[in-house]
């Protein structure tokens, strides 16, 4: 089971768009899943170092998602526009909205997001419609180089992320992490 905190980026992991989203924090979303179920429990959301990974195993889950972490490494299907965006992200700089896709999502801010919260009280069409218009609208904005409507999905610890190769990242967050582990321990 995967406890995915209002810090991630990317749609939120609610199934029914229209139910109430309790918008919790990972570890306090974490403790509560574990209390309530006996199933392995994945943490995910705000999670960019070995620290935050040691953190959560600490707590008690048995492992850690990362996103956010991994899409400035070259590896990853971001264009130079996300790259760019994420590089440049700041504290306090992602956007939860419906605006890009229709459903929930967390991403960093740009234009896109602006654009959303000037309608949000206009309805959506909804998944998938809204996820096409969207995609259309950056495509022609794109085109015309604007790169301010691009779906640049990042959660809360975006301004934290490293541009590496996936293979040194997972190095280095695994020296992170048994360096957290050990100061635990010590």
């Not at 768009?17 to 199933?39: C, I, Y």
């Not at 975006?158 to 040194?168: E, H, L, Q, T, Y």
């Not at 190095?171 to 635990?184: D, N, V, W, Y």
Request: negative net charge; aromatic residues 6%.
């Amino acid at each position: 089971m995967v406890a995915q905190g209002i810090e991630a980026g990317g749609h939120r992991g609610i199934f029914d768009p229209e139910a109430p989203d309790e918008t919790r924090a990972m570890m306090d979303l974490l403790d509560a899943v574990l209390t309530a179920s006996p199933l392995p429990v994945i943490a995910a959301g705000g999670i960019m170092t070995g620290a935050d990974i040691a953190a959560a195993l600490a707590r008690g889950a048995v492992a850690a998602q990362l996103g956010t972490a991994f899409v400035g490494c070259p590896e990853s299907a971001a264009d130079a526009s996300y790259r760019a965006a994420l590089a440049a992200a700041v504290p306090g700089g992602t956007r939860l909205t419906d605006a890009i896709s229709g459903r929930p999502a967390r991403c960093l801010a740009n234009r896109f997001t602006a654009l959303g919260e000037t309608l949000r009280d206009v309805p959506r069409a909804g998944y998938p419609y809204t996820y096409d218009a969207g995609k259309s609208l950056n495509a022609v904005a794109r085109a015309k180089g604007e790169f301010g409507y691009g779906a640049h999905w990042a959660g809360t610890g975006a301004p934290g992320a490293r541009a590496m190769p996936a293979a040194d990242m997972v190095a280095t967050l695994a020296a992170e992490l048994r360096q957290a582990q050990s100061a635990l321990n010590g």
